[in-house]
């Protein structure tokens, strides 16, 4: 449950926020939008339903769409639900293509941190590698988009492997540990000139 709150958190973090690890503090819309899902389950099955709501209370609702059209049930598009289910399932597919890159040897695991098309946060893969349990059993996802909006696509969905699991927690990991930080710099003295090492902000 905190792994699969986390990447909701991060995920919707990511739309504003492209960095590769998070600040401490998450954005408080984040933090809003992620409060406002409904997790259930399905009776004597192990299988979580996550709901995300279509709108985020801080969106606005315009009488109208900018298409002149009305709005479908009284909800606008685009709206917060469908740009952090996509952007959820555009980071898992990510995720899980550069972990069999690297499970296979076709990339080091430095590649989690090279810029590109969908850039995965250490909060994210964190959260992708921990939600198959302390075992890292496979686990499956699966997105569906509501159909009270136009344009919703068949559900989508895809396995991630305890492997994928494993190198998703150590990308997570290294990204923490080994990437720069902005506004960090280091400066040290020789101890022949008396002097200590320090780090300033």
């Given at each position: ?72 049930a009284?909800i ?88 994928q ?36 902000g």
């Open positions: 449950m905190t792994a699969l709150r986390g990447y909701v958190v991060a995920s919707a973090a990511a739309l504003d926020h492209g960095d590769l690890v998070l600040p401490p503090r998450r954005p408080l819309r984040a933090e809003s939008y992620a409060s406002q899902t409904r997790v259930s389950t399905r009776p004597g099955s192990f299988v979580l339903s996550l709901a995300l709501p279509l709108r985020d209370v801080n969106d606005e609702v315009p009488a109208e769409s900018t298409s002149g059209q009305e709005v479908l009284g606008p598009a685009p709206v917060s639900g469908r740009r952090v289910t996509n952007r959820m399932f555009a980071a898992a597919r990510r995720a899980q293509q550069l972990a069999r890159d690297v499970g296979e040897g076709e990339s080091p695991l430095s590649a989690f941190g090279h810029p590109g098309d969908v850039t995965v946060n250490a909060t994210e893969l964190e959260s992708l590698g921990s939600l198959g349990g302390p075992e890292q059993d496979a686990y499956p996802l699966r997105f569906s988009q509501s159909p009270l909006l136009p344009g919703s696509r068949s559900p989508q969905g895809l396995r991630m492997t305890p492997g699991q494993r190198i998703l927690r150590e990308a997570a990991d290294y990204l923490r540990t080994r990437q720069p930080r902005a506004n960090v710099t280091g400066q040290s003295r020789s101890a022949e000139s008396g002097g200590a090492g320090q780090i300033g």
